[in-house]
């Protein structure tokens, strides 16, 4: 019987966060965690943190196995982050909502009001979470350039970067992909090339609206929009047949407002490619084996056997740390080689007959065949 079991990737927003800063918004960042029972709760993923944001999209899915036959607990916590640290705990906290995964999956858009604690309102803080299975494993990679943008900064050219969404089945659009790199003063930018899950991308229709937002990074989250424009994948696509694909970049409000307005740059597709990315399994399900060679440490730096605080202790039991470490890596490897036959090797002992120091030797003294059973 198969199991029930598939890769979810959750999409989450915010709006109304309380604002922990003093002189500037907040930067959130949002945590999944699922319990772990006995009141304890295990981090699974988190988001990236947006900088001086109330009402942030995260561009980062959240991943996370789901069981139809299991009830899912999961806690999104949402946090003020001041600092680099990756702990949580000396970062303000915005509020979170506590919900079960099958709650996500059964509602097209899940809204909640965010909690400070139980009973206790965050504000007017409300996050909104949606799911998607992941059933496709290609990827999307794109390369791609813009010339002539209008300038956005008063003492500098503009600071470029893109941001993708999606439209939902409601018409709405969904960030996909942030351009992780920001071009500084620069008006002809080429971002470096970046991939993103054609699940995530399009959801595997390559005819589904896709909108490209360019624009003008600041430093205080304040950006400048410096034009957008609509496609679709299969249109994209025939950059990677070779033709070139542009596109006029359009600020909407400067189109309506003057009469010679013609762009506000181009943006150009220098390649887009589909390839699919295989997992673990792919590989293990296909034929990939796996080798396990064991080398053995005997230099003098491990200690007298006979001592206990050596890692080479020959104890009553027979057992000892390296023994230890072998099993462990090797009753899992040893599901992935049909032969079952592991080479093991020395280095840093005086061997026999000559007693010379070698640093490869075969553990059973036969070079020719230094593989061990099991």
């Given at each position: 019987?198969?199991?029930?079991?598939?890769?979810?990737?959750?999409?989450?927003?915010c709006?109304?966060?309380?604002?922990?800063?003093?002189?500037?918004?907040?930067?959130?960042?949002?945590?999944?965690?699922?319990?772990?029972?006995?009141?304890?709760?295990a981090?699974?993923?988190?988001?990236?943190?947006?900088?001086?944001?109330?009402?942030?999209?995260?561009?980062?899915?959240?991943?996370?196995?789901?069981?139809?036959?299991?009830?899912?607990?999961?806690?999104?916590?949402?946090?003020?982050?001041?600092?680099?640290?990756?702990?949580?705990?000396?970062?303000?906290?915005?509020?979170?909502?506590?919900?079960?995964?099958?709650?996500?999956?059964?509602?097209?858009?899940?809204?909640?009001?965010?909690?400070?604690?139980?009973?206790?309102?965050?504000?007017?803080?409300?996050?909104?979470?949606?799911?998607?299975?992941?059933?496709?494993?290609?990827?999307?990679?794109?390369?791609?350039?813009?010339q002539?943008?209008?300038?956005?900064?008063?003492?500098?050219?503009?600071?470029?970067?893109?941001?993708f969404?999606?439209?939902?089945?409601?018409?709405?659009?969904?960030?996909?992909?942030?351009?992780?790199?920001?071009?500084?003063?620069?008006?002809?930018?080429?971002?470096?090339?970046?991939?993103?899950?054609?699940?995530?991308?399009?959801?595997?229709?390559?005819?589904?609206?896709?909108?490209?937002?360019?624009?003008?990074?600041?430093?205080?989250?304040?950006?400048?929009l410096?034009?957008?424009l609509?496609?679709?994948?299969?249109?994209?696509?025939?950059?990677?047949a070779?033709?070139?694909?542009e596109?006029?970049?359009?600020?909407?409000?400067?189109?309506?407002?003057?009469?010679?307005?013609?762009?506000?740059?181009?943006?150009?597709?220098?390649?887009?490619?589909?390839?699919?990315?295989?997992?673990?399994?792919?590989?293990?399900?296909?034929?990939?084996?796996?080798?396990?060679?064991?080398?053995?440490?005997?230099?003098?730096?491990?200690?007298?056997?006979?001592?206990?605080?050596?890692?080479?202790?020959?104890?009553?039991?027979?057992?000892?740390?390296?023994?230890?470490?072998?099993?462990?890596?090797?009753?899992?490897?040893?599901?992935?080689?049909t032969?079952?036959?592991?080479?093991?090797?020395?280095?840093?002992?005086?061997?026999?007959?000559?007693?010379?120091?070698?640093?490869?030797?075969?553990?059973?003294?036969?070079?020719?065949?230094?593989?061990?059973?099991?």
């Open positions: 019987m198969a199991v029930c079991v598939s890769r979810v990737e959750l999409s989450v927003s709006r109304s966060l309380l604002d922990r800063d003093l002189g500037s918004r907040s930067d959130p960042l949002c945590v999944l965690l699922q319990d772990a029972g006995g009141g304890r709760w981090e699974l993923d988190r988001t990236e943190k947006i900088k001086n944001c109330q009402d942030p999209e995260f561009c980062k899915k959240l991943v996370v196995d789901y069981y139809f036959e299991k009830v899912q607990k999961l806690k999104f916590s949402v946090y003020d982050i001041d600092n680099k640290s990756f702990d949580l705990n000396d970062d303000d906290y915005l509020g979170g909502v506590e919900c079960t995964l099958g709650q996500v999956v059964s509602s097209s858009v899940f809204t909640r009001p965010l909690e400070l604690k139980q009973g206790k309102p965050a504000g007017k803080g409300t996050i909104t979470i949606s799911a998607e299975e992941i059933k496709d494993t290609r990827v999307v990679y794109l390369e791609i350039e813009a002539n943008l209008d300038k956005k900064d008063f003492l500098g050219k503009s600071d470029p970067f893109l941001e969404y999606k439209q939902s089945d409601a018409g709405t659009w969904q960030l996909v992909y942030r351009s992780e790199v920001v071009i500084k003063n620069n008006l002809n930018p080429c971002w470096r090339k970046f991939s993103v899950p054609l699940q995530t991308f399009c959801g595997g229709d390559f005819n589904k609206p896709i909108k490209v937002q360019c624009a003008d990074h600041d430093s205080d989250g304040s950006h400048d410096i034009g957008t609509e496609t679709t994948l299969a249109q994209m696509q025939a950059a990677g070779g033709s070139l694909v596109y006029e970049c359009i600020h909407p409000e400067k189109k309506q407002k003057k009469k010679n307005y013609k762009n506000s740059g181009i943006i150009r597709i220098k390649s887009c490619k589909i390839e699919t990315e295989y997992s673990f399994l792919d590989y293990v399900m296909g034929g990939c084996q796996i080798n396990f060679t064991v080398g053995v440490d005997f230099t003098a730096s491990n200690g007298d056997p006979k001592s206990p605080d050596s890692l080479h202790y020959i104890s009553p039991d027979g057992i000892n740390e390296y023994l230890i470490a072998i099993w462990s890596v090797g009753s899992v490897v040893q599901d992935y080689d032969d079952k036959l592991f080479p093991a090797f020395g280095f840093g002992a005086q061997v026999p007959p000559s007693w010379q120091v070698s640093h490869e030797f075969a553990l059973n003294f036969n070079a020719s065949n230094p593989y061990c059973q099991g």
